[in-house]
């Protein structure tokens, strides 16, 4: 009898258990079982074949519709093209050579249907251009004693597959396990599984991995993605509840101090929003247990003046606040608007000496000493900086409260290490993001915080304008994208001109999300031109429809001290215009810049685009962003652009970014270098199945903490954590 935590070694034949092992990183009969089928095709319907993109390993249902044996080019002998055609009619080519043209031949007969496997290309002429497979592999369906192809009922599983290993194999396998597969204790209790109407895990197994028709695939698929959901839930849950017992230092709020005195200066109000998520920071901060609290909020929705404040209450109560910044030119521009709104607040005195003090990694050494120093000594209530802040010879006094940026672009490692500097106890945490969550991602993803969003402006935002310009279809739009941005600082504005790289050479990327803008095939599978740079666009313009205008250049690999010396030139109006990579994407506050044209802006994500987008419009100026591709209508990564110029909340572009990207990046799989544990929940798709989870993993939790009557339970969150996701779950 096999069992869930067997090694595929022992349960299958060494040849498949290393196959599954080297393309996949199964292990466990567990893991395959966990392999579940990407799609399932009926035997009497073929796949369409629109959906194909070049270089993708793929598997293809169609009929074999005809053979041609054709001469080899400049060489003896003959290839055999086939061709397959799906249910409309749509064409893909297989192509063989040497030995295994003549076996294919011999199996391949116009009229068998069955599933094709292999990397998919296009060939022939740019105006016609045909897809083929080479030398894929292949199953057909089976056929009776009389000859004619059995049409079941039965779904076929296809699952995801890569180089060497075909979805039958996989199939094969499966079975293999299936009919070795002994008991199965439930995770889910049954009063539970009663509850929902759920089935058992050994029939949702079998279920959707040997299926007797579409309804048995759904009804095994609500079971697993309600043990996906459950678990994790459980999980964070259980986070929460230990995180209440870690001890922190309380730092409740004076009515005398430097928060009280900040607020009394403060040049304008505070938004109900700000005020409220103020009162909910203040009351985590006066509590003996460490705050963990995710602020989230639109671009430009005060969330500095949120931290601030929470710094504030902290140096009152006689500890240090740091702020972690993802980037020299954010911690720099942080630095100077706090020590702009302290105003003679950060002056020596009032926090016993220099009040805040940044810290980064390119500071020279006497600046660094001094840094580092007011740190340790206490002398900084507050300190910004970069990952400078991470190394082991940064230490505090006190340190009570850790303010992360932009939470997004730090590792758990970095985060971990700056809390373990807190000495006795653990501080309090603040994380923000500029990039909106949906409730059910923030319940699941943040399922261990406390959540807080600012969905409110403060007054003086003003609206932006976002238009796509079709650079290819329509260069002219292209030129007059250049006379907007003369237009404006004719007005005495200033914009902003967004690249993906800085220039040509290796490592001259700029800061694109992952997965974010492919630079291979084209909108017509022919091969993209490289991303634009920093350097070639700023000549051109230079030399060009901006040869009368003052252009600056920034980007990542500048030096510090040139970094800060640009912004502040562009802050102070010596610059009309601009051009970056995205290292002005978060943080940079320039009140006058009004105009920001981002080029290729199909190679970057739809957060980064609405936090850019951000940019402009903060001083009570219209706002304008043009996003600048090659991409026609009718094309995916136009359609993305569509929707981000079509609407200016956060949210709902979340909800766009999250539908096109996978659930383990949302997860933090890059960051735990392993896969997701959700295989088949989608986060967008199945909120009420996460809210129902949630529900029952509270309920389950408040009656048993340990899980001491939940064995099964316990075993899967053991497998979850094991899966080394513990340093993940457990440092976020």
Known sequence: MSRFDEPLTKALDPKTAKLLHSVLGLETVGDLL?????????????????????????????????????????????????????????????????????????RLKPGRRGMFAGKVGLFGSRTHPRWQLTHPEFELFEENEAGAEEFSAAPVPIYPAGKDLTPWVIRRAIGVVLDTLGPLADPLPAALRARHKLRDLDEALEAIHRPKDFGDVQRARDRLKFDEAFVLQSVLLQRRQAATAWPAKARPRRDDGLLSEFDARLPFALTEGQAAVGEEIAADLAREHPMHRLLQGEVGAGKTVVALRAMLQVVDAGGQAVLLAPTEVLAQQHHRSITAMLG?????????????????????????????????????????????????????????????????????EQRDALREKAGGGRPHVLVMTATPIPRTVAMTVFGDLEVSTLSQLPSGRAPITTHVVPAADKPHYLERTWERVREEVALGRQAYIVCPRIGDLEGDEGDLEPGAGRSGEGASGEERRPPLAVFDVAQLLSEGPFHDLRLGILHGKLPPEEKDAVMRAFSRGELDVLVATTVIEVGVDVPNSSVMIIMDADRFGVSQLHQLRGRVGRGGLPGLCLLVSDFPEGTPARARLDAVAATLDGFELSRVDLEQRREGDVLGAAQSGRRSSLKLLQLLRDEDVIEAAREEAARLLADDPELAGHEALRAEIDRLLADQRAEYLEKT
């Open 34 to 106: 966990r392999h579940y089928p990407r799609r399932y095709a009926e035997r009497g319907e073929l796949t369409a074949l629109d959906a194909l993109e070049v270089d993708e390993h793929v598997t293809v249902v169609g009929e074999v519709s005809r053979l041609m044996r054709k001469p080899m080019r400049n060489r003896g002998g003959t290839w055999l093209e086939v061709e397959v055609v799906d249910a409309d009619r749509n064409k893909i080519y297989l192509s063989f050579f040497g030995k295994g043209s003549h076996v294919a031949e011999s």
């Open 344 to 412: 003679d607040l950060a002056q020596g005195g009032m926090f016993g000496g220099t009040a805040v003090t940044l810290l980064t990694g390119s500071m020279g050494a006497a600046a660094r000493r001094a840094a580092l120093l007011d740190a340790a000594s206490g002398t900084a209530g507050v300190v910004v900086g970069t990952h400078a802040l991470l190394q082991e010879h940064v230490q505090f006094a006190d340190l009570g409260l850790v303010v992360v940026d932009e939470q997004h672009r730090f590792g758990v």
